[in-house]
C-alpha cells in the first residue's frame, strides 16, 4: 500500500476538489480525510457508516467540592487562569496539563478524559472511508488524525488495496504534520494569488522537512496568468514538480452541488485537466 497526501497552504484552493477527483480515477483504493476540523470529502462519497466511535484527546481538571478545603494553591500554579476566586474549574480555560492536581495538598483535584470528537469508517461509492471529527472547539486534532490513518491503514489491509489517498488539512498545523508522517508522495494544490503563493512556500517547507515527494497543481490558474507565472518560476527554482494547471470551470461547482467530482461530469474542462494530472503523477511515482 502506497500513500498520497493531498495538502495546501491556504483553505479554498480546491484541494479536496483534486482529492475526490483522483479517488475517483484511481482503482483499488482506501480514502481518509483527515482534515478533522472541517471535514468535507465525504460530501463527494455518500457514504454509509460501518463503525463508528467516542474520540477522546483531552483533559480537564474536576474538582471534589467535599475534599477541597480551598487553600488556593491550584490558583497559585494554573497559568491559564482556569481557577476562580471561587475555586471553580472553567471548562474553557483548563489546558488539562495536570499542574493543579499535583499542587492540591488533599487530592481534591483529578483530570478526567473528556470527550472531544467521534472518528467513522464507511463504505462510499469510491471505496472504504475512514474519517473523523472533531467537536467545536476542541483540540488535539493530530492524535484524532493519527487515529484516522490508523484505521485507515486497517482498511487497506482488509481490501488489499494498492493506494490510500488522504485529504489533509489546510495550514501547516498539528493536523498538517500527523497527516503527512509516513505518506510517500504529497499533492499539493495553491491558486494564483500572492497568499496562494505564500502558504505554498509555508507548506513545501513541513513536507521538505519530512524529505517526501511533492507535486504542485495550480488551481484555477487562468484567473492571474502573472500570479501563476511566478508560481510556476518558484517551483522550478525549488525542483518542485508540476503536474499542471487547472482552468477556472464552473462546472465543478455543478459537480460538487451533484455530489460528484469533475472528472464524473461531461465537458468539464477542469475534469480533463484533472485526468491529466492523475496520469502525469501515476508515471512519476510508479
Given at each position: 500500500m502506497r500513500s498520497i497526501l493531498f495538502l495546501s497552504g491556504k483553505g479554498g484552493t480546491g484541494k479536496t476538489s483534486v482529492a475526490g477527483a483522483f479517488?475517483?480515477?484511481?482503482?483499488?483504493?482506501?480514502?481518509?480525510?483527515?482534515?478533522?476540523?472541517?471535514?468535507?470529502?465525504?460530501?463527494?462519497?455518500?457514504?454509509?457508516?460501518?463503525?463508528?466511535?467516542?474520540?477522546?484527546?483531552?483533559k480537564q481538571a474536576v474538582k471534589d467540592e467535599g475534599a477541597c478545603i480551598e487553600c488556593g494553591r491550584c490558583r497559585e500554579v494554573c497559568r491559564f487562569h482556569a481557577v476562580s476566586p471561587s475555586f471553580e474549574i472553567d471548562p474553557y480555560l483548563c489546558e488539562g496539563c495536570g499542574a493543579c492536581v499535583t499542587a492540591c495538598p488533599v487530592d481534591a483535584l483529578d483530570l478526567v478524559v473528556q470527550d472531544t470528537g467521534h472518528w467513522?469508517?464507511?463504505?462510499?461509492?469510491?471505496?472504504?472511508?475512514?474519517?473523523?471529527?472533531?467537536?467545536?472547539?476542541e483540540e488535539t486534532s493530530g492524535k484524532l488524525v493519527a487515529q484516522v490513518k490508523e484505521k485507515a491503514?486497517?482498511?487497506?489491509?482488509?481490501?488489499?488495496?494498492?493506494?490510500?489517498?488522504?485529504?489533509?488539512?489546510?495550514?501547516?498545523?498539528?493536523?498538517?504534520?500527523?497527516?503527512?508522517?509516513?505518506?510517500?508522495?504529497?499533492?499539493?494544490?495553491?491558486?494564483?494569488?500572492?497568499s496562494g503563493l505564500h502558504d505554498l512556500r509555508r507548506v513545501l517547507g513541513v513536507v521538505r522537512h519530512f524529505r517526501i515527494p511533492a507535486y504542485l497543481i495550480i488551481n484555477k490558474e487562468d484567473l492571474n496568468r502573472d500570479i501563476a507565472k511566478r508560481i510556476e518560476a518558484y517551483a522550478e527554482e525549488e525542483a518542485l514538480p508540476l503536474l499542471g494547471g487547472i482552468p477556472f470551470d464552473p462546472?465543478?461547482?455543478?459537480?460538487?452541488?451533484?455530489?460528484?467530482?469533475?472528472?464524473?461530469?461531461?465537458?468539464?474542462?477542469?475534469?480533463?485537466?484533472?485526468?491529466?494530472?492523475?496520469?502525469?503523477?501515476?508515471?512519476?511515482i510508479a
Amino acid at each position: 500500500m502506497r500513500s498520497i497526501l493531498f495538502l495546501s497552504g491556504k483553505g479554498g484552493t480546491g484541494k479536496t476538489s483534486v482529492a475526490g477527483a483522483f479517488a475517483a480515477l484511481a482503482t483499488e483504493k482506501v480514502l481518509a480525510d483527515c482534515d478533522v476540523d472541517a471535514a468535507n470529502l465525504h460530501l463527494l462519497l455518500a457514504p454509509e457508516i460501518v463503525d463508528e466511535g467516542i474520540y477522546q484527546g483531552a483533559k480537564q481538571a474536576v474538582k471534589d467540592e467535599g475534599a477541597c478545603i480551598e487553600c488556593g494553591r491550584c490558583r497559585e500554579v494554573c497559568r491559564f487562569h482556569a481557577v476562580s476566586p471561587s475555586f471553580e474549574i472553567d471548562p474553557y480555560l483548563c489546558e488539562g496539563c495536570g499542574a493543579c492536581v499535583t499542587a492540591c495538598p488533599v487530592d481534591a483535584l483529578d483530570l478526567v478524559v473528556q470527550d472531544t470528537g467521534h472518528w467513522f469508517t464507511a463504505e462510499s461509492r469510491l471505496g472504504p472511508l475512514a474519517g473523523a471529527e472533531l467537536l467545536p472547539g476542541e483540540e488535539t486534532s493530530g492524535k484524532l488524525v493519527a487515529q484516522v490513518k490508523e484505521k485507515a491503514a486497517g482498511l487497506c489491509e482488509a481490501a488489499e488495496a494498492e493506494w490510500l489517498l488522504i485529504d489533509g488539512s489546510p495550514g501547516i498545523g498539528c493536523p498538517v504534520i500527523a497527516s503527512a508522517s509516513g505518506v510517500d508522495a504529497v499533492v499539493l494544490v495553491t491558486e494564483p494569488t500572492l497568499s496562494g503563493l505564500h502558504d505554498l512556500r509555508r507548506v513545501l517547507g513541513v513536507v521538505r522537512h519530512f524529505r517526501i515527494p511533492a507535486y504542485l497543481i495550480i488551481n484555477k490558474e487562468d484567473l492571474n496568468r502573472d500570479i501563476a507565472k511566478r508560481i510556476e518560476a518558484y517551483a522550478e527554482e525549488e525542483a518542485l514538480p508540476l503536474l499542471g494547471g487547472i482552468p477556472f470551470d464552473p462546472k465543478v461547482t455543478e459537480a460538487m452541488i451533484a455530489g460528484r467530482s469533475a472528472v464524473e461530469v461531461d465537458g468539464s474542462p477542469a475534469g480533463e485537466a484533472m485526468r491529466l494530472q492523475f496520469e502525469h503523477l501515476m508515471r512519476a511515482i510508479a
